[in-house]
């Protein structure tokens, strides 16, 4: 996998939990484009570990001159984005993958209906800037808590397409009301919380939407949760996977090798056979079918973690 | 560097034929004695100087006479460069990459100026000047993808992801082995594969459709592919079998030397950037068998390969008709 050093040119407050990063080369030199909807993953080294999030890039895709990330501050993840609030500074290098895209446009929507929950707002960030260039029709909803919480408002125009719900103030999303009537063809993308995205989805088969016209993307890290051993048929190598760590970052610790690319659950790089299994996979990829999770003979070591006696992983 | 371009014909007097530095050069497909599908992949570009590997996108002395071919078969049929509408971006995309290579890679035979959105690019091989805005189709005389393929060798497909599959979505399909842009575009990976023999079963094509989906930005591939035609014939499409297809009964062991072709496709993979499409350019070099003799560890593995292989294989890649012909003419390098 292609990476690029990157120094850390500015960092903004935009909201109390969420700081964006502005990341350019350090030599001034321009940096690959981007489609809207990219996201690059970047490294955290602590002592000799290696941490890996996801973030999307929220800013011009068409603009080399730098990559910018928003990054909510989770206290009770393990620890990623606690790393970029607290350990990172202006001028400081940050080694990030090159963009990748996992919720890319289909541009052959006759309009795109965005919706995002949260700090779910940010993949839609660059897809406004795409749109916008390519002159494609397209309409955005923002629901958030509140003012104050909606980091995404200073990023975005004041236009009559963008639709702001803050349930503080009493206007909720109304997902029908949204879906329903949109002309033909259009095609509409959620990003945010599993709620959520679940709900456009069933409001949008109710409304007879075809599956192909429904696009998603959980913006999850992987979660913490308890320690767990796993085995390696090949060697017959006990690994501890620790609270704060995903098993492909104990794998990675381990020098076990594994393929990945998105870190998050989406892209399926991951895939892991399991020989042997005594007890349960606590499945929270985006990728294994719910026939594939309750066969538990499939794991994604990025996402998901084990409870239970025996886990033995096919490498 | 001064370079020289061949005088040639892909068709009528085919009179297309390989320097001693384009024979030594060229890609011979097999590391091994025997041939099996593999899915058999490398990063791309790199290789030593002066081989088909080294550059992006190889230009070699075939170029000039291999655009004028191109632009015969898309008077004849102007279906042969397609794109739906949504893979305009992807188009662009590929025009960029194209122009960005092969002007940093042959300065002397091509020139790329920007400012901004003005593009300004010079091709002197085929005497072309353009200025022209990116991303605006208006200023110029084709739709990207046409206009840069009409200048670069090789067939390309331009393949749209979605639904976790791959989609055939545009493409400029002149120089192909027997299968149609007409007849395949808007199939998915498994459709537009579904002929080759073998694959199938084997799982290959789920393992291939893994591999292109996780190809990512600034990293390319490439892999080999190869097949035999009877003479150097670039355009052996599906809708033109009636001309060639009558060809292949013409091979005797007197004139099967000049006349058979070995044909390697050299396929490389990219991920586009503004569109997150992929790129699938699909380069052809084409070597008669008298030439391919003139190294002789090309001619025995070449005789053991086309005599031993599964005869499912020989029929697909079309020289069943001539296979005894060809194998006994390549028996006569062999000194085994
Ligand atoms: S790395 Fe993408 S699913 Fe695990």
């Not at chain 1, 993307?217 to 913490?224: H, S, V």
């Not at chain 2, 055939?168 to 002149?174: F, K, P, R, S, V």
Request: aromatic residues 10%; contains cysteine.
């Amino acid at each position: 996998m292609k990476k690029l050093t990157l120094r850390v040119a500015e960092i903004t407050a935009l909201s109390p939990l969420v700081k964006r990063f502005r990341l350019i080369h350090p030599d001034g030199a321009p940096l690959p484009l981007f489609s809207g909807g990219a996201h690059i993953t970047v490294d955290m080294p602590e002592g000799d570990l290696i941490r890996r999030n996801s973030y999307s890039l929220v800013s011009n895709p068409y603009d080399g001159a730098g990559y910018e990330i928003a990054v909510r501050r989770e206290d009770r993840g393990r620890g990623g984005s606690l790393y970029m609030h607290t350990r990172v500074s202006e001028g400081d290098l940050l080694t990030v993958s090159a963009p990748k895209n996992l919720f890319q446009l289909d541009l052959r929507a006759r309009k795109h209906v965005l919706i995002a929950g949260g700090i779910g707002i940010t993949p839609f960030l660059s897809q406004l800037h795409q749109l916008d260039i390519l002159q494609q029709p397209y309409e955005l909803h923002y629901a958030a808590h509140s003012r104050s919480e909606a980091a995404g408002l200073t990023l975005l125009p004041d236009a009559p397409h963008i639709h702001l719900h803050i349930s503080e103030e009493g206007s909720r999303m109304d997902l029908g009301a949204i879906l329903d009537g949109q002309p033909l063809g259009s095609h509409v993308y959620t990003c945010g919380p599993d709620g959520l995205i679940r709900a456009v989805a069933d409001q949008a088969a109710r409304l007879n939407w075809p599956t192909s016209a429904i696009h998603s993307e959980a913006f999850t890290a992987p979660p913490p949760g308890e320690p767990f051993e796993v085995t390696i048929a090949s060697t017959g190598q006990h690994l501890r996977v620790g609270a704060d760590q995903s098993l492909l970052e104990a794998l990675e610790a381990a020098h076990v090798p594994v393929d990945y690319s998105c870190r998050g659950g989406a892209c399926g790089r991951c895939e892991t056979g399991v020989s042997a299994c005594n007890g349960q996979i606590l499945h929270h990829d985006h990728w294994l079918s719910p026939d594939e999770q309750a066969s538990q003979t499939k794991i994604m070591p990025c996402m998901s973690r084990f409870k239970g006696a025996r886990l033995e992983l096919d490498l | 560097m001064t370079r020289h371009f061949n005088t040639e014909t892909f068709r009528g007097d085919y009179t297309y034929h390989n320097s001693p530095e384009a024979i030594r050069r060229f890609p011979f497909p097999f590391d091994q004695d025997t041939y099996t599908y593999s899915v058999n992949i490398a990063p791309h570009p790199g290789g030593p100087t002066g081989s088909t590997f080294e550059f992006a996108f190889d230009v070699d002395e075939h170029y000039v006479s291999e655009m004028q071919d191109r632009a015969i078969t898309l008077a004849e049929d102007p279906n042969r460069c397609q794109s739906l509408p949504h893979m305009e971006l992807a188009g662009w995309d590929l025009l960029e990459l194209i122009m960005v290579s092969k002007a940093r890679d042959y300065p002397d035979l091509f020139t790329l100026n920007r400012d901004g959105d003005q593009w300004h690019w010079i091709n002197r091989p085929l005497g072309i000047e353009q200025r022209f805005t990116f991303l605006d189709p208006a200023t110029l005389p084709y739709g990207p993808l046409e206009y840069i393929t009409r200048q670069t060798q090789g067939d390309f497909a331009l393949l749209h992801e979605r639904d976790r599959n791959l989609w055939l979505d545009a493409g400029m399909i002149t120089s192909q082995a027997d299968w149609s842009l007409d007849f395949d575009v808007g199939m998915n990976f498994f459709e537009w594969h579904a002929p080759v023999p073998k694959a199938r079963q084997m799982g290959v094509f789920d393992k291939a459709l893994k591999f292109l989906l996780a190809v990512e930005q600034q990293q390319a591939y490439r892999r080999l592919n190869w097949t035999m035609t009877v003479n150097p014939r670039l355009d052996t499409s599906p809708e033109n079998y009636h001309k060639w297809g009558p060809e292949k009964r013409s091979i005797t062991p007197q004139n099967v030397g000049q006349k058979q072709f070995l044909r390697v496709e050299l396929q490389t993979f990219w991920r586009l950037p503004r569109s997150n499409a992929l790129a699938f350019p699909i380069r052809c070099y084409l070597c008669c068998l008298e030439d391919l003799c003139t190294n002789p560890e090309w001619a025995r593995r070449l005789h053991l390969v086309l005599r031993d292989i599964d005869p499912v294989l020989a029929d697909y890649k079309g020289f069943a008709v001539n296979q005894k012909t060809i194998v006994e003419y390549l028996a006569g390098f062999s000194c085994v």
